[in-house]
T-cell receptor, first 113, second 116 residues
Framework: EAAVTQSPRNKVAVTGGKVTLSCNQT?????MYWYRQDTGHGLRLIHY???????EKGDIPDGYKASRPSQENFSLILELATPSQTSVYFC????????????FGPGTRLTVL | AQKVTQTQTSISVMEKTTVTMDCVYE???????LFWYKQTASGEIVFLIR??????ENATVGHYSLNFQKPKSSIGLIITATQIEDSAVYFC?????????????FGTGTTVSVSP
């Protein structure tokens, strides 16, 4: 079974502060993704990665950066957090090849005050 | 551009009955992959079932099955013999383009409530 973990699970940040959300996967998938979930929007893609050292912009990348230092780890960085970034963030992994399914982490609930 | 649409926001059913939920999609690709995911009350997102566009047979996994109508660009999810624990939000999704890392494109979800 694929395993994707996220930390922290809950985070309260102040406007203008820096926030880092971390994701770790143990199934050796090449591709990793960051989505955010908001009511009425489903899940939307922020950034993704093809492997260590790779980061690519998704559909809604403004205000976010990403880092993939290793196969296992993928971080989402909010350099200057804003209240509009209050959301639930999900990390996912997939091998992008024959196994088309993606496996999701438990999510991080971020509140920016 | 690819798009996934779920128009049913919520459905309520009695336990042990069948629930059907709709999903329509848009794509220019001749070969594509469709998925259904379940989000539980705890927020966990779990993969349920997948349909490959080139397969004529409807996928079935346990008490989940799909109604794939390719000419209508429709992929419905059918849950038979529902249980209380089937109460959740169900998302329809499509595998995105290679240029987008094969990220999933999601619908907005359908909330299913199963009552005893």
């Amino acid at each position: 079974e694929a395993a994707v973990t996220q930390s922290p699970r809950n985070k309260v940040a102040v406007t203008g502060g820096k926030v880092t959300l971390s994701c770790n996967q143990t199934n050796n998938h090449n591709n990793m993704y960051w989505y955010r979930q908001d009511t009425g929007h489903g899940l939307r893609l922020i950034h993704y990665s093809y492997g260590a050292g790779s980061t690519e912009k998704g559909d809604i990348p403004d205000g976010y950066k990403a880092s993939r230092p290793s196969q296992e780890n993928f971080s989402l960085i909010l350099e200057l957090a804003t209240p509009s970034q209050t959301s639930v963030y999900f990390c996912a992994s997939g091998d992008g090849g024959n196994s088309y399914e993606q496996y999701f982490g438990p999510g991080t609930r971020l509140t920016v005050l | 551009a690819q798009k996934v649409t779920q128009t049913q926001t919520s459905i309520s059913v009695m336990e042990k009955t069948t629930v059907t939920m709709d999903c329509v999609y848009e794509t220019q690709d001749s070969s594509y992959f469709l998925f259904w995911y379940k989000q539980t009350a705890s927020g966990e997102i779990v993969f349920l079932i997948r349909q490959d566009s080139y397969k004529k047979e409807n996928a079935t996994v346990g008490h989940y099955s799909l109604n794939f109508q390719k000419p209508k660009s429709s992929i419905g999810l059918i849950i038979t013999a529902t249980q209380i624990e089937d109460s959740a939000v169900y998302f329809c999704a499509m595998r995105g383009p290679y240029q987008g890392g094969r990220a999933l494109i999601f619908g907005t979800g359908t909330t299913v409530s199963v009552s005893p």
